[in-house]
Nanobody, 117 residues
Framework: QVQLVESGGGLVQVGGSLRLSCAAS????????MSWYRQAPGKPRELVAT???????NYADSVKGRFIISRDNAKNTVYLQMNSLKPEDTGLYYC???????????WGQGTQVTVSS
C-alpha cells in the first residue's frame, strides 16, 4: 500500500495560481503512474492529469493549457501547477498512485482548493 500525502491547497482568487504536491512513501516510485483527481461538492470525482511511469502526460480538456503535472522521482513526489484558476476548479484534489492497470488504486486524503470570484 502506498502512503500519499497531498499539500499546497488553499484559497485563491480567480486568475491566481497554486502548486499542489503529493509525497509518496513507497519504494520503486518511478514505476507508478501518478494522477491528480478532483471532486467538487455534489459531483463525481474526475481525473485532472496523469503522469505515467513511461513519461506520458494526459490532461482533462478543462485544464489543458492551464495546469502542469510533473514529478521528481528522486523525491518520490508529484506536483500539479495550477495557473489561471477559475471558480469551477474549486474542489478537493486527490493524488492517486497505480503501479499497473490491474492493481489497486492508492489515494491520499485530499487537499482543498477554493477559487473565489
Amino acid at each position: 500500500q502506498v502512503q500519499l500525502v497531498e499539500s499546497g491547497g488553499g484559497l485563491v482568487q480567480v486568475g491566481g495560481s497554486l502548486r499542489l504536491s503529493c509525497a509518496a512513501s513507497v519504494s520503486g516510485f518511478s514505476a507508478y503512474t501518478m494522477s491528480w483527481y478532483r471532486q467538487a461538492p455534489g459531483k463525481p470525482r474526475e481525473l485532472v492529469a496523469t503522469f505515467t511511469s513511461g513519461g506520458r502526460l494526459n490532461y482533462a480538456d478543462s485544464v489543458k493549457g492551464r495546469f502542469i503535472i510533473s514529478r521528481d522521482n528522486a523525491k518520490n513526489t508529484v506536483y500539479l501547477q495550477m495557473n489561471s484558476l477559475k471558480p469551477e476548479d474549486t474542489g478537493l484534489y486527490y493524488c492517486n498512485a497505480k503501479v499497473a492497470p490491474s492493481s489497486r488504486d492508492s489515494w491520499g486524503q485530499g487537499t482543498q482548493v477554493t477559487v473565489s470570484s
